[in-house]
């Protein structure tokens, strides 16, 4: 058997019809740039979310980056983050020129142990960047509890793994005071190429993250602020408008698929350690990632039974050589260092079969 990872073509094939008609709307149109279908999306994401404002830009990462411009981010800030994370959460901080600092993650979770940022909290500390690692939000309430002490703090939501999932209730995209995804394509919701979005319940900072994505343009060549060309293309709206219909259901096949790996894998436990997800959240499963000891061993195992693994991710962002300007060293942060040694995603995506979980389980 060989088990595709995102099965990417296979969800083309499934809403080929209404995409390429989708697509082709554009085309004839020819409103590459800011067309209807952006609003369109941006009012659908606002009903999925229940969000005041939905706000769709060039990427996920450009979406971290406008959500720190908006919030004045500066150089000599110090925003609390994740290690453990992809790079672009820590990268866009750096590239503001504000400094990351980073904070250990929960042994549980893999998302930032909020218990441990308080200590990191400065003069100069503006903000935190939370990150929804696979697809859980972190522990929100406890950030809350950090904010009423800290009120000045900003919350910043990474969603980009997590766009669907909710804690206490409320979707991710409404936790903080700013949340972003991305549509990178083999995120849970994926365009065909980059996008991404920010949301928030604010309108003055909906209102600035606008200029912000055009810019900094109030109106046609009058510009209020230093902004960038942040816009997400019509065509990639148009695509996330057909997959965001069928994404409830998506959702709800990702979570079976994880129920049923971790029902599988159960038996096995004692030799790996399984997703755990809290109580108060859901999570979107981009990614499913259990622990093995011998992973460098079980991949190549499993590669030769034609079942890919990745990696999210081998190295922790403290001992990254772009950041060693920042001083840390191994050792800093255990917990993050020792899951990035042993952390494996198994395949992921709404439309694996039972028997190819059980083959990729048996094998495992
Ligand atoms: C946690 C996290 N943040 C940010 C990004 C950046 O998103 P994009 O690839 O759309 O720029 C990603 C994408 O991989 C991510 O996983």
Not at 83 to 105: H, M, N, R, S, Y
Not at 290 to 298: A, F, G, K, L, S
């Amino acid at each position: 058997m060989r088990i595709d990872f995102a099965k990417l073509q296979y969800q083309y094939q499934l809403y080929k019809e209404e995409i390429d008609q989708a697509i082709h709307n554009v085309l004839d149109k020819s409103n590459y740039i800011m067309g209807e279908e952006v609003k369109e999306l941006e009012e659908n994401l606002q009903n999925f979310t229940g969000t005041k404002h939905a706000i769709t830009c060039s990427s996920g990462t450009d979406a971290l980056l406008l959500a720190m411009m908006a919030l004045d981010i500066k150089p000599d800030d110090e925003i609390i983050t994740t290690p453990f994370t992809f790079i672009a959460t820590a990268e866009t901080i750096a590239f503001l020129g504000a400094k990351p600092v980073f904070v250990d993650i929960d042994e549980k979770s893999y998302n930032i142990d909020v218990s441990k940022i308080e200590e990191k909290i400065t003069e100069k500390t503006k903000a935190i960047i939370a990150v929804s690692l696979y697809g859980q939000p972190s522990d929100i309430e406890a950030l809350e509890q950090l904010k009423i002490k800290h009120p000045k703090l900003k919350i910043i939501i990474d969603g980009a793994q997590s766009f669907g999932s909710t804690f206490k209730g409320k979707t991710d995209s409404n936790l903080g005071d700013i949340s972003t995804t991305s549509f990178f394509p083999a995120k849970p919701l994926g365009c065909f190429g980059d996008g991404g979005a920010l949301f928030t319940n604010s309108d003055e900072l909906a209102g600035k993250i606008k200029m912000l994505r055009v810019h900094g343009q109030s109106k046609r060549y009058h510009h209020k602020y230093i902004g960038m060309g942040g816009r997400m293309d019509t065509i990639q709206c148009a695509v996330v408008n057909v997959k965001l219909k069928h994404y409830e259901k998506d959702l709800a096949l990702r979570q079976e698929v994880a129920v049923k790996y971790s029902e599988e894998l159960r038996v096995k436990s004692e030799e790996l350690v399984l997703p755990f997800v809290d109580e108060r959240a859901t999570s979107a499963w981009a990614q499913y990632s259990i622990r093995v000891q011998n992973r460098d061993e079980v991949q190549a195992r499993l590669k030769e039974k034609g079942i890919p693994t990745a990696v999210h991710y081998p190295m922790p962002l403290h001992l990254q050589e772009c950041f060693s300007y920042l001083g840390y060293k191994k050792g800093d942060f255990p917990i993050a260092e020792r899951v990035s040694n042993e952390i494996m995603s198994l395949p992921m995506n709404p439309y694996l079969s039972d028997e190819e979980i059980s083959y990729i389980c048996s094998n495992l």
